[in-house]
């Protein structure tokens, strides 16, 4: 039984560093291990939280319009260009906002 257990958390491993290893590949703030951002974006208010994470997203992905934020194990992905979505859907039609 602890074999099994071994092996089960050694493939979740394995396919949770393949993860981490292509999100941290995407621009963004530098986390850690286990809160992520989680410091950089504790704040009380929604609004104050929104505004934290907006200047995230314009300080790391101006240019490819993708960044990425880390809450706790959690990572997340801001898209914020047309030109970013089509890359990521891989469908060429033109989106309108």
């Not at 039984?1 to 394995?14: E, G, N, R, S």
């Not at 292509?22 to 951002?37: E, F, T, W, Y």
């Not at 970013?84 to 891989?90: D, K, L, N």
């Amino acid at each position: 039984m602890l074999l099994i257990l071994a092996f089960v958390l050694l493939i979740f491993k394995a396919r949770r560093a393949k993860m981490v290893k292509l999100i941290d590949q995407i621009p963004g703030p530098v986390c850690m291990p286990l809160v992520g951002n989680g410091l950089q974006i504790n704040v009380g208010c929604k609004d104050e939280l929104f505004d934290r994470i907006i200047a995230s997203r314009k300080m790391f992905g101006r240019r490819q319009g993708i960044s990425r934020v880390w809450n706790g194990p959690i990572p997340y992905v801001l898209i914020s260009k047309a030109s970013a979505v089509e890359v990521s859907t891989g469908q060429t039609i033109c989106l309108r906002w």
